[in-house]
C-alpha cells in the first residue's frame, strides 16, 4: 500500500485526539483528587504488537515506559489469546513498569474479530498498602515494604469484570473507595478509546489504519535518525549524584557516555553504582523512558512520539545497578528522584555537543509530599502530591518559575481540594525569592508549601538537590538548593532530610521548599530591564540584583545606569 503524506498527518493527528480524549475521560471520571485534579496519569495507542504508535501530552515518565509495559504483558497474553472486552491489569516494577502506585490497564481493540490496536492508560493511585500511607516510604529495604505487587492480570473477559479479583485489591489498600473508583476511571478511558479507534476504522478500513500506524512509527524513525545527524559525533560523557537513598546519607553516582554515530546514539550508564538498599533503585523500563525523553528534546523536540525514536536510540543498563536493580530492591522513589538525575546527566553529556539545545539543571526533583492517615470520622486518606521547582535556563530563555520539568507533568492540587478532602492545613504556597541561578538568562525560582496536619498522620518527604546546587550552563550560576522543615507543637522549626519518613502528632507543621533552576551564561550580562522586572515580580531582592547582577537602583526602583555600567565594569 502507498503512504499518502497528508494521510498520514490526518491519522497521526486523529490517534493523538483519540489518545487525549482518552486522557479526558479518566481525569473527568477518577475519584482521587491525585489523578482527577492533579492528573499524574497518561494514555496512549499501540499498534497490535505492542509498539507506540500515539499518545497524549500526559507524564514523559509513564509515556515513555508504557511500551515496555505493553509488550511485556502481551508475553504473557499474547494477542492471539485476547478477545472483545478483556482488559489486562499490571503495577509490578520487576515485569515492568515504574513503581507500585502507577497501576497500568491494557485494553485490546477489535475491529470484527481481528484485532485493530491496543489502547492503555497509568494513573498513579494514592494507596497501593505497604507500611506507609501512599505506599512510598523512604526507608523501605525491599519492594515487599511498597505495597501489593500485581503481575498481569485480566480484570475483565468479553467485558465482564472480575469483581472478585478487584475484592482482592481494595482489601489489601487504605483508600478502598479511591481505588474502586479510580480503576473504573481508567477501564472506562480504554472503553473511549476503542470506541473512536473503531469509528476511525468504519471511516477508513482495517488495512488502511493499521497500515498508517506502522507509517507513523516509520515516519518518527526518519525524522530522529535525520535529526541526530545534526549532532555533532563523538564521545560525550557525564555523570551526577542522589543524595542518599533514604537509609543513609551516602552518594550515589549515576554516569553516561554518550555516543553519536550518524543516525544512532548509544546511551551507555556503564559505571553507575550498584543498586542500593533504600527505595531509589530505577528499573531499566523507567531509566528507558528518562534516556528517550532526553534524546528527543535535545534532537528533535517537535518529533511525534512513536515506537520509531527507540529504533535509533541504543541503551545500555548494566544488571544489578542503580538503573536496572535486580530483584527484590525497594524502587518507590526512582520516579521521584532517580528519573530526574538520569534525565539531567544524558542532558548533561549532550550538552556538549549541542549546549544552545539543553537547559541547565532543573529542580532535580519531583519532589513527593505525602501524608496519610485517618480523619476525625476514622476514614483512611492518602493525600499524595510531587511539586515542582525551578526549571533550568537556555541560550535565550528564563526558565520557568514553579514548575514540573523533565519527567513529569502534573498539576498542582489547589489548595481548597486539599483542605476540602484531607484533615490538613495549608498555611503557605508561593514562590521563593533568590532561588533560580543567576545568569545572562536567569534559573526558575523554587516553590514552598507549609502544610499543617489536623490529625495524626505519617509523613513521608522525598526531594533531591539539597546538597548539590542544580548546575548551571555557560557561565551561568548555580540555582539554590531545596530545604526541608518540621515545627513540631510548641517546639522551634527544625531542619529535616531531604529524604524523611515519619509519624507526626496533631498541630505539627511540615515545610517544603523545593530547589530553583541553574541559570545560563554570564550572569552581567543580563538586561538591567529584566533584572528589574524580576526584582518587581518579587522573584529576586534588590540585594542580588546588586550582587549577582551588578544591576544598582535609585530610590524609585529605577535602573541607575551610570551606577550600574560601573558596577558591572568592576
Not at 534516556?291 to 512513536?306: G, I, N, R
Not at 495524626?456 to 526541608?484: D, F, H, Y
Not at 526584582?535 to 544598582?552: K, Q, R
Amino acid at each position: 500500500m502507498n503512504t499518502d503524506p497528508i494521510t498520514l498527518e490526518v491519522l497521526r493527528n486523529a490517534l493523538q485526539s483519540i489518545a487525549e480524549e482518552m486522557g479526558v475521560t479518566l481525569t473527568r471520571t477518577a475519584l482521587s483528587p491525585n489523578i482527577k485534579d492533579r492528573r499524574d496519569c497518561s494514555t496512549a495507542i499501540y499498534t497490535p504488537g505492542g509498539e507506540l504508535a500515539a499518545q497524549a501530552e500526559h507524564i514523559p515518565l509513564h509515556l515513555g515506559l508504557m511500551p515496555t509495559v505493553v509488550k511485556k504483558v502481551l508475553e504473557t497474553f499474547p494477542v492471539r489469546n485476547l478477545a472483545p472486552g478483556d482488559t489486562i491489569m499490571i503495577n509490578d516494577p520487576y515485569i515492568s513498569g515504574s513503581h507500585l502506585p502507577d497501576i497500568c490497564v491494557i485494553s485490546p481493540v477489535f475491529a470484527g474479530n481481528r484485532l485493530l490496536a491496543i489502547v492503555a492508560n497509568l494513573a498513579h493511585h494514592v494507596d497501593m498498602g505497604g507500611t506507609v500511607p501512599g505506599s512510598m516510604s523512604t526507608t523501605a529495604t525491599e519492594i515487599f515494604q511498597e505495597g501489593i505487587r500485581i503481575p498481569p492480570v485480566k480484570i475483565s473477559s468479553g467485558g465482564r469484570v472480575n469483581n472478585d479479583l478487584l475484592k482482592v485489591l481494595a482489601h489489601n489498600v487504605r483508600t478502598t473507595s479511591e481505588f474502586y473508583g479510580d480503576i473504573q476511571a481508567q477501564i472506562s478511558a480504554n472503553q473511549i478509546g476503542g470506541k473512536r479507534l473503531e469509528e476511525l476504522e468504519r471511516k477508513t478500513g482495517t488495512e488502511t489504519l493499521k497500515h498508517y500506524m506502522d507509517e507513523i512509527i516509520n515516519y518518527t524513525e526518519r525524522r530522529i535518525r535525520a535529526a541526530l545527524k545534526n549532532i555533532p559525533n563523538g564521545t560525550y560523557q557525564f555523570s551526577d549524584y542522589l543524595e542518599g537513598d533514604g537509609i543513609t546519607g551516602d552518594m550515589i553516582k549515576i554516569a553516561v557516555r554518550v555516543q553519536v554515530e550518524d543516525e544512532k546514539i548509544i546511551v551507555d550508564f556503564t559505571g553507575t553504582s550498584p543498586q542500593v538498599k533504600g527505595p531509589v533503585n530505577a528499573t531499566r523500563g523507567v531509566t528507558l523512558a528518562c534516556a528517550y525523553f532526553a534524546v528527543k528534546a535535545v534532537a528533535d523536540p517537535e518529533l511525534p512520539p512513536s515506537e520509531g525514536i527507540a529504533r535509533a536510540v541504543e541503551i545500555i543498563t548494566p544488571p544489578g545497578t542503580l538503573v536496572n536493580p535486580c530483584f527484590p530492591a525497594p524502587v518507590a522513589h526512582a520516579n521521584i528522584n532517580t528519573a530526574q538525575r538520569i534525565t539531567d546527566i544524558v542532558l548533561g553529556a549532550l550538552a556538549q555537543a549541542v549546549p544552545h539545545k539543553v537547559t541547565a539543571a532543573g529542580t532535580g526533583s519531583m519532589s513527593n509530599f505525602t501524608i496519610g492517615g485517618r480523619d476525625a470520622r476514622h476514614h483512611y486518606y492518602s493525600y499524595v502530591e510531587t511539586y515542582g521547582g525551578g526549571q533550568g535556563a537556555k541560550y535565550d530563555q528564563d526558565g520557568m518559575d514553579g514548575v514540573h520539568v523533565n519527567m513529569t507533568n502534573t498539576l498542582n492540587t489547589p489548595v481548597e481540594v486539599i483542605e476540602m478532602n484531607y484533615p490538613l492545613l495549608v498555611e503557605k504556597y508561593g514562590l521563593i525569592p533568590d532561588t533560580g541561578g543567576p545568569g545572562e538568562f536567569r534559573g526558575g525560582t523554587g516553590l514552598a508549601r507549609e502544610i499543617t496536619v489536623l490529625e495524626n498522620a505519617t509523613v513521608s518527604i522525598s526531594t533531591e538537590r539539597n546538597i548539590i546546587n542544580p548546575w548551571g550552563l555557560q557561565k551561568g550560576i548555580p540555582g539554590r538548593c531545596a530545604r526541608c522543615f518540621i515545627k513540631m507543637p510548641g517546639s522551634d522549626c527544625k531542619e529535616i532530610p531531604g529524604k524523611f519518613t515519619r509519624e507526626v502528632p496533631k498541630g505539627a507543621t511540615i515545610i517544603l521548599q523545593t530547589a530553583g533552576g541553574g541559570g545560563f551564561g554570564d550572569p552581567l550580562r543580563r538586561d538591567p530591564a529584566a533584572v528589574r522586572q524580576d526584582v518587581v515580580n518579587g522573584l529576586i531582592s534588590e540585594t542580588a540584583a546588586l550582587e549577582d547582577y551588578g544591576v544598582v537602583f535609585n530610590e524609585a526602583l529605577q535602573v541607575d545606569e551610570d551606577k550600574t555600567r560601573k558596577k558591572r565594569n568592576g
